[in-house]
């Protein structure tokens, strides 16, 4: 397996993501770790609003990408060619739609994102549709908030854990999301390991959609394979928590001040990780970490459930 075959099962449009979100900065280090922190904030529109009603909307027409393994959308796509019709692809839609809980303090807004950002950004496809496997709406799966791939140019494959949490305060935001991924980077192997449920789920229902491919990925989580050997462990999170920058009611926003606000805290916030980082003794993992400052976290995952047509 190599790069391009990754590649080759990422999902939507980077631009897009561009729309909603604005690059502060990237690859921020922290001494002393292998994290790398990229900041984004809220996009500022011509009419000097930021839009968390829109990017809640935009999450919500990925919902399929999300929440449906690639190989059945595949096929729903195949089916409703053949028959010119759309009623397939509806379908998965309502699915995926219905597989998302209606409780207020949900963490699904922050896992969607997350996966937003990790593909279109990051460039690391998704490979284990968790949701698809729920059987109560209203429960969280268990293990990591998503599992995504990128594959050295040797043939390591690097197993990305994801985690995320979307806070009112930005401390115990960095401190749960970094605590709740720590033993899936550094438990030792085990049956009892904290990651074990999600490597069994992986050898069986790992999805690039191309089925050479996908039988190449699941390989990697055969424990009678020597492939099993050459996967290292990696982390992607996402912390986002409220700002105080944004402006309040209807005073107009403008998206410099924004930035430079967002990129003057940044230094705080990744202090605050590095040694969150090294309490946790995650120091020699690498790991992605975004930081989304938000106008409201209560408000984002308002205006997701309600995208959603979960909550009015």
């Known amino acids: 397996m190599n790069p391009d075959d990754l590649a080759s099962a990422l999902t939507g449009n980077p631009e897009a993501l561009e729309v909603h979100l604005t690059l502060v900065q990237r690859d921020v280090q922290v001494e002393g770790n292998l994290v790398k922190i990229h900041c984004h904030c809220l996009s500022v529109d011509a009419n000097g609003r930021v839009q968390p009603r829109r990017l809640a909307e935009f999450m919500r027409n990925a919902v399929v990408d999300y929440a449906i393994p690639r190989s059945k959308l595949a096929e729903a796509k195949e089916r409703d060619n053949r028959y010119n019709s759309t009623e397939a692809v509806t379908e998965l839609i309502e699915r995926a739609k219905r597989s998302f809980t209606d409780l207020t303090n949900t963490g699904e807004g922050g896992e969607m994102l997350l996966f937003l ?158 040694e969150r980082i090294k309490l946790e003794k995650l120091d020699q993992i690498e790991i992605e970490l975004f930081c989304v400052p938000l106008p409201s976290a209560e408000g984002f995952r308002a205006a997701f459930l309600k995208a959603m047509g979960i909550k009015e």
């Not at 990305?160 to 401190?175: C, L, Q, T």
């Not at 999301?177 to 069994?200: G, N």
Request: with cysteine; net charge negative.
């Open 117 to 274: 950002l990790a593909e279109r950004f990051l460039k690391l496809p998704h490979i284990l549709c968790k949701m698809d496997l729920k059987t109560d709406t209203r429960m969280h799966y268990h293990g990591a908030d998503g599992v995504y791939a990128g594959v050295t140019s040797d043939g390591t494959l690097k197993l990305y854990w994801g985690e995320s949490k979307v806070y009112s305060d930005p401390s115990s935001a960095i401190r749960d999301c970094l605590s709740s991924l720590s033993p899936f980077l550094i438990e030792p192997e085990s049956e009892d390991a904290e990651r074990e449920r999600d490597l069994m789920l992986l050898s069986d229902k790992a999805d690039l959609s191309n089925p050479i491919l996908t039988a190449a990925l699941r390989k990697y989580f055969d424990k009678s394979s020597p492939m099993s050997k050459r996967v290292q462990y990696c982390g992607v999170a996402l912390v986002g928590f409220d700002a105080s920058f944004y402006p309040k009611d209807e005073a107009k926003a403008v998206a410099d001040q924004i930035s430079e606000a967002s990129r003057a805290e940044l230094s705080g916030w990744s202090k605050r990780i590095g």
